[in-house]
């Protein structure tokens, strides 16, 4: 178990010594979790950061299951897996998605007036949240970074499960976890302190 965000960022930060080499990085924390272990990263190695707001489209009548996920120029994936076995309706993956849409793209346009423009293109991008449970939103966020035409993409999370690597082994070049586990409901079992971020610690942590 892991005690905070900052103390999986850190051990993430200790794993990728081997990975991150010199300056063709940029870290990539999925907000709004990511952003915590992504600072943290970013510094060990002086990298730029650049987080990305991905907002999971969740299941009806249960916020907590994520069906899919959608970013900021509407890039979207869906488990059409679990689509199927809850029955969701065509309609309802509009309206959810066109929804999400919009909240992702207010946070980065947000987060965009405070951070330095960094492109992407032909860079080495690491891509980081908190914990991957079934994978939607780590898969929207590489297909996003691969119309950006990026070189790499890798994942570094503290925690995934073994069905989550299956699902988005085809999405990254490499992933770094420092535990793998059968299955899980909820990251927060994973870690003794484990708070919402707000959007303010959101914009502290990016200075």
Known sequence: MFEDREQAGDLLALKLKKIIKGED???VPLLRGGIILGKRISDYFNLPQKPLAVKKIAAPFNPELGIGAVTVDKTYYFN???????NISADYRKKALENKYKEAKLLQEKIEKNIEKISYKEKTTVVVDDGVAIGNTVICASIYLKKQKVKKIILATPVISKDGINSIKNYFDKVISLKIV?????IGEFYRYFPQVSEEEVFSRMV
Do not use: T
Request: aromatic letters at 14%; charged letters at 25%; proline letters at 0%.
């Open 25 to 27: 990085f940029i870290i």
């Open 80 to 86: 059409e897996e679990m689509i199927r076995d809850l």
């Open 182 to 186: 059968s299955s899980f409901s909820a």
